[in-house]
């Protein structure tokens, strides 16, 4: 679990890309989902950011970010946040969009040159819809 100060400095600031569930204790849902971001935080560790934040704890980046339902995730690129993409249905979801999204990313490192990086975050986007899209009509 992490704070605020870790969100925006570890995460934002060094432009990491990320998964990030805000949580609450008190809320079924998200301690499920807690559940399922512990597991894979440990199998995808060196390879992007997959942490929960108690909103409880961090009122105001719960204000921040508009978070109105629980669990709610944000995923992110390189330090921007890209997508709310809602709750996940199970851990097998959420393992394919993690391994989706990461595939998605080398592709476009790969074919992307430097000058064409605004296009790449662009195109994350879409990634990101259409990862929020198919998750939601399992």
Request: glycine share 2%.
């Amino acid at each position: 679990m992490i704070n605020s100060v870790f969100f925006k400095e570890e995460i934002l600031e060094k432009k990491q890309s990320a998964f990030v569930a805000f949580i609450a204790s008190w809320c079924t849902p998200s301690m499920l989902e807690k559940d399922v971001f512990e597991k894979l935080k440990e199998a995808y560790k060196d390879k992007i950011v997959i942490e929960c934040i108690d909103i409880d704890e961090n009122t105001e980046l719960a204000d921040e970010y508009n978070v109105r339902s629980l669990p709610t995730i944000l995923a992110i690129d390189e330090g921007e946040i890209v997508e709310n993409l809602g709750c996940f249905q199970s851990e097998d979801d959420f393992k394919d969009a993690i391994d989706y999204y990461l595939k998605q990313k080398e592709l476009m490192q790969f074919q992307n040159s430097e000058e064409n990086q605004n296009s790449c975050f662009s195109t994350l986007k879409g990634v990101y819809a259409r990862l929020k899209e198919a998750l939601h009509f399992h």
